[in-house]
């Protein structure tokens, strides 16, 4: 968990630095009296840190290696274990007015693993608020290669104008899963990795930026 909160760290010094910009070049909330719903779409990127568990075991394909292989490579424990994120975000913001808080209802897309040669996508549905300084917390289901868990976020959201600028922290806890998971059906395994593979999936913690731009109807 240090990484974790390292993370966080990270997260909060990044905000700090940015509040100081004048509020007068960067407004929060910044749409018509009269919208109630508002939709936002873009692009996300960032970094996974994933924890010892089977899912760090797949990152690091110990799932192709034998015995003599791994002892040679991991025989001391896994290497500190992360995976690139690309993917996109769609948003619904309800009850915009100009209020103090507004409803969010967000939907992410991520592809992870393609600097390691792997296809690993994921899905997470979240609903949460945001506050009219740009604060967010939001939680929900997250659907990925390891199988069903929840997610939980909270970041900062800079606007200008129309344009959006959100900085993301996620968690996701560790699970204890099948030992049949999903990347185990569709990656080939070898019989001494279905011998050592853990029954925990290790929690993962996702650090994205991105930018959204508003969509009226």
Not at 58 to 64: A, K, W
Not at 80 to 105: H, I
Not at 125 to 148: C, D, H, I, M, Y
Not at 155 to 180: C, E, H, M, W
């Given at each position: 968990?240090?990484?974790?909160?390292?993370?966080?760290?990270?997260?909060?010094?990044?905000?700090?630095?940015?509040?100081?910009?004048?509020?007068?070049?960067?407004?929060?909330?910044?749409?018509?009296?009269?919208?109630?719903?508002?939709?936002?779409?873009?692009?996300?990127?960032?970094?996974?840190?994933?924890?010892?568990?089977?899912?760090?075991?797949?990152?690091?394909?110990?799932?192709?290696?034998?015995?003599?292989?791994?002892?040679?490579?991991?025989?001391?424990?896994?290497?500190?274990?992360?995976?690139?994120?690309?993917?996109?975000?769609?948003?619904?913001?309800?009850?915009?007015?100009?209020?103090?808080?507004v409803?969010?209802?967000?939907?992410?897309?991520?592809?992870?693993?393609?600097?390691?040669?792997?296809?690993?996508?994921?899905?997470?549905?979240?609903?949460?608020?945001r506050?009219?300084?740009?604060?967010?917390?939001?939680?929900?289901?997250?659907?990925?290669?390891?199988?069903?868990?929840?997610?939980?976020?909270?970041?900062?959201?800079?606007?200008k104008?129309?344009?959006?600028?959100?900085?993301?922290?996620?968690?996701?806890?560790?699970?204890?899963?099948?030992?049949?998971?999903?990347?185990?059906?569709?990656?080939?395994?070898?019989?001494?990795?279905?011998?050592?593979k853990?029954?925990?999936?290790?929690?993962?913690?996702?650090?994205?930026?991105?930018?959204?731009?508003?969509?009226?109807?």
């Amino acid at each position: 968990m240090k990484q974790f909160f390292s993370l966080c760290l990270f997260v909060v010094s990044v905000q700090s630095g940015l509040a100081q910009f004048p509020e007068d070049s960067w407004g929060f909330n910044d749409v018509p009296e009269n919208s109630v719903v508002n939709q936002m779409s873009g692009p996300r990127f960032g970094f996974t840190y994933v924890s010892e568990g089977s899912s760090a075991q797949f990152l690091n394909r110990i799932h192709e290696m034998d015995s003599l292989q791994y002892n040679s490579e991991f025989g001391n424990g896994l290497p500190l274990t992360y995976t690139t994120q690309y993917g996109w975000q769609w948003e619904s913001r309800f009850a915009d007015t100009g209020g103090p808080v507004v409803g969010l209802v967000e939907w992410v897309a991520l592809i992870g693993g393609m600097e390691k040669g792997l296809f690993l996508p994921s899905f997470s549905s979240l609903v949460g608020v945001r506050s009219k300084k740009g604060f967010e917390f939001a939680t929900g289901p997250n659907l990925s290669a390891s199988g069903l868990a929840f997610v939980f976020a909270m970041g900062y959201n800079y606007t200008k104008g129309d344009l959006n600028l959100p900085i993301n922290i996620a968690l996701v806890p560790s699970k204890q899963g099948p030992r049949n998971s999903v990347l185990g059906d569709v990656l080939e395994s070898s019989d001494y990795f279905d011998q050592i593979k853990e029954r925990d999936t290790g929690f993962r913690v996702t650090v994205s930026v991105g930018f959204n731009l508003q969509t009226q109807d």
